[in-house]
């Protein structure tokens, strides 16, 4: 998701208050990392949710799991909407 510059920092707040807070109540998720990245004018950021199983998304967000669920003022800071959402497996997890 790319926001224009001058927006980045409302849409983070707006992000995380709409977003964040709201995957991280829903049962099955076991967290959630939001990153920013500015450069060229423009923030780019990601939202990583992490969940005990596939089947818990779809419990959440209905059969379709690839489909994005725009937030509904996404499109006032995004400079376009991702029409997909990437799925992966964890593989291995070593934090230090």
């Known amino acids: ?23 991280e109540a829903i049962n099955g998720n076991l967290g959630v990392q939001l990153m920013r990245r500015d ?5 780019e950021f990601t939202v990583i949710s992490y969940w005990a199983s596939k089947d818990d998304v779809k419990r959440y967000v209905g059969e379709d799991i690839e489909k994005t669920r725009n937030l ?8 376009e909407l991702e029409p997909n ?12």
């Open 1 to 23: 998701m790319t926001a224009i510059a001058a927006k980045a920092d409302e849409y983070e707040k707006y992000l995380y208050e709409a977003g964040v807070k709201k995957l």
């Open 85 to 96: 959402v990437k799925h992966f497996d964890l593989k291995t997890n070593d934090w230090k």
């Open 39 to 43: 450069a060229n004018g423009e923030a």
């Open 72 to 79: 509904p003022r996404d499109g006032e800071y995004l400079i």
